[in-house]
T-cell receptor
Framework: GENVEQHPSTLSVQEGDSAVIKCTYS??????FPWYKQELGKRPQLIIDIRSNVGEKKDQRIAVTLNKTAKHFSLHITETQPEDSAVYFCAASKTGTASKLTFGTGTRLQVTL | KAGVTQTPRYLIKTRGQQVTLSCSPISGHRSVSWYQQTPGQGLQFLFE???????NKGNFPGRFSGRQFSNSRSEMNVSTLELGDSALYLCASSEMADYGYTFGSGTRLTVV
């Protein structure tokens, strides 16, 4: 089955700096890659997703890039703010089983003042 | 639109008992999936229902089962509870059934 690895497990950045979280996947048939943000005690929230027919997608301060050849995708957050502090999860799935998301182990992002 | 609603929010059960968790998806969403979240294993897929049919299943024992009703509401049942079943159980729904899953706030189950 699919295996998703996520790095780093913790990341501390200063407010205003950029943060990058990387994930690799094993199943070359995977074609849907969402990112979720989970604040302490709250539900995971979808912040951005990308499908394998595009290489990059951007939404304000958040961007995701996908390298199908290398089977890795990354989340980029620019101009970080304290409210960006949370655990971020990457996930992968494939058409027909998109509900069966395989999640990475999460990255705890801490944005310090 | 109301979000994904899960009830109850918290539950304490004794080993050997069974439990039923409920999930009401966003109106119009026909796909409902369930995940287990634990500190050790992270987020793991349990199963997914679409139009009352189980379409996908994760690698969990048969003690974990679910169903979906004609109004898309879903229930998850765990029989013969074990201590290791203590977790946050999350439900997610999607309109398109192929992407864009929205999670509920979860049911925190504690087995003692």
């Amino acid at each position: 089955g699919e295996n998703v690895e996520q790095h780093p497990s913790t990341l501390s950045v200063q407010e205003g700096d950029s943060a990058v979280i990387k994930c690799t996947y094993s199943d070359s048939a995977s074609n849907y890659f969402p990112w979720y943000k989970q604040e302490l005690g709250k539900r995971p929230q979808l912040i951005i997703d990308i499908r394998s027919n595009v290489g990059e997608k951007k939404d304000q301060r958040i961007a995701v890039t996908l390298n199908k050849t290398a089977k890795h995708f990354s989340l980029h957050i620019t101009e970080t703010q304290p409210e960006d502090s949370a655990v971020y999860f990457c996930a992968a799935s494939k058409t027909g089983t998109a509900s069966k998301l395989t999640f990475g182990t999460g990255t705890r992002l801490q944005v310090t003042l | 639109k109301a979000g994904v609603t899960q009830t109850p929010r918290y539950l304490i059960k004794t080993r050997g008992q069974q439990v039923t968790l409920s999930c009401s998806p966003i109106s119009g969403h026909r796909s409902v999936s369930w995940y287990q979240q634990t500190p050790g294993q992270g987020l793991q897929f349990l199963f997914e229902y679409f139009s009352e049919t189980q379409r996908n299943k994760g690698n969990f024992p048969g003690r974990f089962s679910g169903r979906q009703f004609s109004n898309s509401r879903s229930e998850m049942n765990v029989s013969t509870l074990e201590l290791g079943d203590s977790a946050l159980y999350l439900c997610a729904s999607s309109e398109m059934a192929d992407y864009g899953y929205t999670f509920g706030s979860g049911t925190r189950l504690t087995v003692v």
